[in-house]
């Protein structure tokens, strides 16, 4: 289910005063809020179908600030679609909460995340992060065979 992913009332009545001089009340933003992600959650249950039908998907996560807690904006991507979801945590708990991967068979792009393993798919790691990986392990280490191998994979 979709919510205002914990955006402040006060930081977007700040935004609609900053951006357009245009006085908004936080029970307005509230009920904007509210019927934006009502309004969403058809699209949402419509992209969990097409995702988890893909031949391919890429999978990452960062972190983000959520009312000042820390959270994690999980997301799933292909060419074509990107679905966001915030969750409060990390691991597999929030990846089976999107509702794609567990019905995901198709080929599962990711970073080396022990969390993603769990997922009855094929698995494919990202050059992205394992560059950045011989990257540290070059500079920071050392170790030699690690620069070798970066230029091999670009």
């Known amino acids: ?14 935004h609609f005063w900053d951006q357009a001089k245009i006085p908004v009340s936080p029970g307005s933003i509230f009920g904007f809020n509210q019927e934006a992600c009502q309004l969403l959650e058809a699209f949402q249950d419509f992209l969990v179908a097409q995702l988890s039908r893909l031949p391919v998907l890429h999978a990452d996560k960062t972190g983000i600030r959520i009312d000042k807690a820390l959270h994690w904006l999980h997301y799933l991507s292909n060419d074509q679609w990107t679905f966001f979801f915030p969750h409060a945590k990390r691991g ?3 990846l089976k909460a999107m509702g794609v991967l567990d019905h995901f068979h198709g080929r599962l792009g990711h970073d080396h995340w022990k969390a993603y393993l769990q997922f009855n798919c094929t698995h494919f790691l990202c050059n992205a992060h ?25």
């Open 130 to 154: 394992d560059r950045r990986e011989l990257e540290c392990a070059a500079e920071q280490d050392g170790q030699k065979w690690a620069g070798s191998i970066k230029e091999l994979l670009l």
């Open 1 to 14: 289910m979709l919510s205002s992913w914990g955006v402040t009332i006060d930081s977007n009545r700040d």
């Open 92 to 94: 597999g708990e929030a």
